[in-house]
Protein backbone atom coordinates (compact mmCIF):
# COMPACT_ATOMS: atom_id res chain seq x y z
CA UNK A 1 0.00 0.00 0.00
CA UNK A 2 1.23 3.01 -0.62
CA UNK A 3 2.07 5.61 2.05
CA UNK A 4 2.00 8.48 -0.02
CA UNK A 5 -0.42 9.57 -3.10
CA UNK A 6 0.47 11.72 -5.80
CA UNK A 7 -1.46 12.62 -8.90
CA UNK A 8 -1.57 13.66 -11.86
CA UNK A 9 0.49 11.19 -13.17
CA UNK A 10 1.26 13.54 -16.30
CA UNK A 11 0.50 17.22 -16.65
CA UNK A 12 0.89 19.23 -19.24
CA UNK A 13 0.88 22.87 -18.96
CA UNK A 14 1.39 26.05 -21.25
CA UNK A 15 4.32 28.51 -20.61
CA UNK A 16 3.33 30.96 -18.09
CA UNK A 17 0.73 29.13 -16.57
CA UNK A 18 0.34 27.83 -12.75
CA UNK A 19 1.37 23.82 -12.63
CA UNK A 20 0.21 22.26 -9.42
CA UNK A 21 0.54 18.63 -8.05
CA UNK A 22 -0.97 17.53 -5.38
CA UNK A 23 0.20 14.69 -2.59
CA UNK A 24 -2.17 12.53 0.32
CA UNK A 25 -0.70 10.99 3.33
CA UNK A 26 -2.21 8.87 6.06
CA UNK A 27 0.71 8.65 8.59
CA UNK A 28 0.32 11.18 10.74
CA UNK A 29 3.56 10.35 12.38
CA UNK A 30 5.22 12.26 8.90
CA UNK A 31 6.59 14.91 9.20
CA UNK A 32 8.84 16.32 6.94
CA UNK A 33 7.61 16.73 3.13
CA UNK A 34 10.05 17.55 0.64
CA UNK A 35 9.19 17.68 -3.56
CA UNK A 36 12.42 16.12 -5.79
CA UNK A 37 12.61 17.05 -9.43
CA UNK A 38 14.30 14.96 -11.77
CA UNK A 39 15.35 15.65 -15.47
CA UNK A 40 15.44 13.02 -17.66
CA UNK A 41 18.77 10.46 -17.74
CA UNK A 42 19.51 12.13 -13.88
CA UNK A 43 18.83 11.30 -10.41
CA UNK A 44 15.79 13.36 -8.29
CA UNK A 45 17.18 16.64 -6.27
CA UNK A 46 15.41 18.06 -3.69
CA UNK A 47 13.62 21.60 -5.14
CA UNK A 48 11.69 22.25 -1.87
CA UNK A 49 10.65 21.16 1.76
CA UNK A 50 8.04 21.81 4.44
CA UNK A 51 7.46 20.91 7.97
CA UNK A 52 3.91 20.62 9.59
CA UNK A 53 4.33 23.45 11.79
CA UNK A 54 3.90 25.87 8.76
CA UNK A 55 0.95 25.96 5.96
CA UNK A 56 2.68 27.58 3.03
CA UNK A 57 6.32 27.57 1.84
CA UNK A 58 7.85 29.85 -0.99
CA UNK A 59 10.80 29.92 -2.83
CA UNK A 60 10.79 31.97 -6.15
CA UNK A 61 8.08 30.61 -8.30
CA UNK A 62 7.81 27.01 -6.22
CA UNK A 63 5.34 26.40 -3.43
CA UNK A 64 4.29 23.95 -1.10
CA UNK A 65 1.30 24.53 -0.10
CA UNK A 66 0.32 22.06 3.70
CA UNK A 67 -3.37 21.07 5.19
CA UNK A 68 -2.50 19.54 8.09
CA UNK A 69 -5.52 18.01 9.12
CA UNK A 70 -6.57 16.99 5.58
CA UNK A 71 -3.44 15.81 5.14
CA UNK A 72 -2.38 16.40 1.82
CA UNK A 73 0.26 19.11 0.58
CA UNK A 74 0.88 20.10 -2.70
CA UNK A 75 3.49 21.78 -5.04
CA UNK A 76 2.51 25.12 -7.28
CA UNK A 77 5.09 26.15 -9.99
CA UNK A 78 3.82 29.56 -11.28
CA UNK A 79 4.83 31.06 -14.17
CA UNK A 80 5.79 27.90 -15.48
CA UNK A 81 8.08 27.68 -17.67
CA UNK A 82 9.73 25.05 -20.31
CA UNK A 83 12.60 24.54 -18.42
CA UNK A 84 10.09 23.69 -15.20
CA UNK A 85 9.71 19.92 -17.72
CA UNK A 86 10.91 16.97 -15.53
CA UNK A 87 9.27 14.62 -13.06
CA UNK A 88 8.15 15.97 -9.93
CA UNK A 89 7.85 13.29 -6.75
CA UNK A 90 6.15 14.22 -3.56
CA UNK A 91 7.87 12.30 -0.42
CA UNK A 92 7.20 12.18 3.29
CA UNK A 93 9.54 11.37 6.11
CA UNK A 94 8.81 10.14 9.38
CA UNK A 95 11.05 12.01 11.58
CA UNK A 96 14.33 12.83 11.98
CA UNK A 97 16.92 10.07 11.98
CA UNK A 98 16.84 7.65 9.59
CA UNK A 99 15.49 9.38 6.85
CA UNK A 100 13.44 6.38 5.36
CA UNK A 101 11.73 8.22 2.95
CA UNK A 102 8.55 7.28 1.40
CA UNK A 103 7.76 8.82 -2.16
CA UNK A 104 4.63 9.56 -4.47
CA UNK A 105 4.76 7.53 -7.66
CA UNK A 106 5.50 10.54 -9.51
CA UNK A 107 4.28 13.46 -11.91
CA UNK A 108 5.79 14.06 -15.31
CA UNK A 109 5.19 17.48 -16.13
CA UNK A 110 5.72 19.13 -19.71
CA UNK A 111 5.80 22.70 -20.39
CA UNK A 112 4.86 23.77 -23.95
CA UNK A 113 6.06 27.04 -24.87
CA UNK B 1 33.21 18.38 -4.45
CA UNK B 2 31.54 15.48 -2.64
CA UNK B 3 29.29 13.24 -4.85
CA UNK B 4 27.72 10.03 -5.53
CA UNK B 5 28.91 8.12 -8.28
CA UNK B 6 27.06 4.83 -9.58
CA UNK B 7 29.00 2.30 -12.69
CA UNK B 8 27.43 0.71 -14.91
CA UNK B 9 25.18 3.62 -15.84
CA UNK B 10 24.01 1.08 -18.50
CA UNK B 11 24.21 -2.54 -18.57
CA UNK B 12 22.53 -5.86 -20.41
CA UNK B 13 22.38 -8.89 -18.36
CA UNK B 14 20.54 -12.25 -19.35
CA UNK B 15 18.45 -14.51 -16.37
CA UNK B 16 19.58 -16.06 -14.38
CA UNK B 17 23.18 -14.31 -14.21
CA UNK B 18 24.35 -12.53 -11.05
CA UNK B 19 24.61 -8.76 -11.37
CA UNK B 20 25.94 -5.75 -9.12
CA UNK B 21 25.55 -2.24 -9.60
CA UNK B 22 28.15 -0.08 -7.23
CA UNK B 23 27.77 3.17 -5.38
CA UNK B 24 30.21 5.14 -4.00
CA UNK B 25 29.60 8.47 -2.47
CA UNK B 26 32.67 11.06 -1.08
CA UNK B 27 29.86 13.18 1.44
CA UNK B 28 30.81 10.83 4.48
CA UNK B 29 27.13 10.15 5.11
CA UNK B 30 25.94 7.34 7.52
CA UNK B 31 22.71 6.57 5.63
CA UNK B 32 22.72 4.97 1.65
CA UNK B 33 19.85 3.42 0.15
CA UNK B 34 18.86 1.81 -3.33
CA UNK B 35 15.69 2.86 -5.21
CA UNK B 36 14.36 1.34 -8.34
CA UNK B 37 12.18 3.69 -10.57
CA UNK B 38 9.66 2.40 -12.63
CA UNK B 39 6.73 4.29 -14.79
CA UNK B 40 3.69 4.41 -12.79
CA UNK B 41 5.55 3.12 -9.36
CA UNK B 42 7.58 6.38 -8.58
CA UNK B 43 10.86 5.46 -6.46
CA UNK B 44 10.77 2.29 -4.38
CA UNK B 45 12.94 1.65 -1.53
CA UNK B 46 15.09 -2.04 -2.30
CA UNK B 47 17.75 -1.51 0.71
CA UNK B 48 19.07 0.35 3.04
CA UNK B 49 21.76 1.30 5.41
CA UNK B 50 22.33 3.56 8.69
CA UNK B 51 26.11 2.71 9.35
CA UNK B 52 28.74 -0.04 8.56
CA UNK B 53 27.50 -3.66 8.54
CA UNK B 54 23.82 -2.59 8.96
CA UNK B 55 21.79 -3.42 6.35
CA UNK B 56 18.24 -3.70 6.35
CA UNK B 57 14.87 -4.45 3.47
CA UNK B 58 12.85 -2.37 1.87
CA UNK B 59 9.71 -2.71 0.27
CA UNK B 60 10.79 -4.54 -2.40
CA UNK B 61 14.17 -6.40 -1.54
CA UNK B 62 13.06 -10.09 -2.91
CA UNK B 63 16.10 -10.79 -5.70
CA UNK B 64 18.45 -8.39 -3.93
CA UNK B 65 21.16 -7.96 -1.33
CA UNK B 66 23.59 -5.33 -0.25
CA UNK B 67 26.66 -5.09 1.95
CA UNK B 68 28.26 -2.57 3.58
CA UNK B 69 31.61 -2.84 4.58
CA UNK B 70 32.84 0.80 4.78
CA UNK B 71 31.25 4.56 5.16
CA UNK B 72 31.85 5.06 1.43
CA UNK B 73 29.91 2.09 -0.80
CA UNK B 74 26.91 0.35 -0.92
CA UNK B 75 26.80 -2.44 -3.85
CA UNK B 76 23.91 -3.85 -4.74
CA UNK B 77 23.80 -7.28 -5.99
CA UNK B 78 21.29 -9.23 -8.02
CA UNK B 79 21.89 -12.94 -7.26
CA UNK B 80 20.12 -14.76 -10.76
CA UNK B 81 18.55 -11.37 -12.51
CA UNK B 82 14.77 -11.61 -13.76
CA UNK B 83 13.49 -9.62 -16.56
CA UNK B 84 11.25 -8.24 -13.73
CA UNK B 85 14.38 -6.55 -12.52
CA UNK B 86 14.63 -4.58 -15.52
CA UNK B 87 14.46 -0.95 -14.35
CA UNK B 88 16.72 1.64 -13.57
CA UNK B 89 18.50 2.16 -10.27
CA UNK B 90 19.30 4.67 -7.84
CA UNK B 91 21.52 4.97 -5.14
CA UNK B 92 21.18 7.62 -2.83
CA UNK B 93 23.06 9.07 0.32
CA UNK B 94 21.79 11.18 3.42
CA UNK B 95 23.04 12.65 6.63
CA UNK B 96 22.02 11.32 9.91
CA UNK B 97 22.83 13.97 12.64
CA UNK B 98 21.89 17.54 12.41
CA UNK B 99 20.75 16.63 8.33
CA UNK B 100 18.15 18.49 6.91
CA UNK B 101 16.53 15.51 5.73
CA UNK B 102 17.82 15.36 2.10
CA UNK B 103 18.86 12.57 0.14
CA UNK B 104 21.32 12.94 -2.39
CA UNK B 105 21.21 10.84 -5.53
CA UNK B 106 23.57 9.30 -7.61
CA UNK B 107 22.24 9.35 -11.65
CA UNK B 108 21.12 6.26 -12.11
CA UNK B 109 22.28 2.59 -13.50
CA UNK B 110 19.96 1.64 -16.71
CA UNK B 111 19.82 -2.24 -16.07
CA UNK B 112 18.00 -4.81 -18.61
CA UNK B 113 17.41 -7.89 -18.50
CA UNK B 114 17.09 -10.15 -21.25
Known amino acids: QQQVKQSPQSLIVQKGGISIINCAYE??????FPWYQQFPGKGPALLIA?????SEKKEGRFTISFNKSAKQFSLHIMDSQPGDSATYFC????????????FGSGTKLNVKP | DAEITQSPRHKITETGRQVTLACHQT?????MFWYRQDLGHGLRLIHY???????NKGEVSDGYSVSRSNTEDLPLTLESAASSQTSVYFC?????????????FGEGSRLTVL
Open chain 1, 27 to 32: NTAFDY
Open chain 1, 50 to 54: IRPDV
Open chain 1, 91 to 102: AALPGRGFNKFY
Open chain 2, 92 to 104: ASSDTVGGTGELF
Open chain 2, 27 to 31: WNHNN
Open chain 2, 49 to 55: SYGVHDT
